[in-house]
């Protein structure tokens, strides 16, 4: 919802997060989520040609480790996510020329005045913006009720953060 008043503008959003949405956060902020199936691409190529020179057990190894690799972000994600007492509880949030409010029902609550992001980023389908202490908001597009309150968050966070990392 996108509320308007004479002075301030807020955009209002709620979503039930999936793992996906922390994948997303993951490979933004962290180089290893974001490489992680590359190596194992090359490392599957590489299993390939040994086996096709003969080396048997290695190109076998090679494959294994490789699959192994490429499952790992995807698997893991989603084990943490599940694992985690409040990721999968509805959030719901508001942001306004003042700071970014999101609360989880009633068990967890926070708001940051826009000076304490120092940095937001954004995927094709996810905002994630960075906390101080190397944390991260994955705040997903379906969020939003619409592509209007979408541009008005984006726009939010160009004006009070700076451009998009």
Do not use: C
């Not at 993951?26 to 199936?37: G, H, I």
């Not at 999101?102 to 905002?127: C, D, H, I, K, Y």
């Amino acid at each position: 919802m996108l509320r308007t008043g004479q002075a301030a503008v807020s955009v209002d959003f709620a979503w039930s997060p999936h793992p996906a949405d922390w994948r997303v956060a993951l490979r933004t902020a962290v180089p290893l989520y974001r490489w992680a199936p590359w190596f194992g691409l090359v490392l599957a190529a590489l299993g390939v040609v040994v086996l096709v020179l003969g080396m048997t057990v290695a190109g076998v190894f090679g494959l294994v480790l490789a699959v192994i690799i490429i499952a790992l972000v995807p698997v893991g994600t989603a084990v943490n996510f599940h694992n985690h007492p409040l990721a999968a509880k509805a959030v719901a949030g508001t942001a306004d020329a003042h700071s970014l409010r999101m609360s989880v029902g009633n068990a967890a609550r926070s708001e940051l005045s826009w000076a304490e992001l120092p940095g937001w980023t954004e995927s094709g389908r996810t905002f994630v913006l960075r906390t101080p202490d190397s944390g991260m908001y994955a705040v997903p597009h379906r969020a939003f009720a619409g592509t209007e309150a979408v541009d008005r968050f984006r726009a939010l966070l160009a004006e009070h953060v700076g451009p998009a990392a």
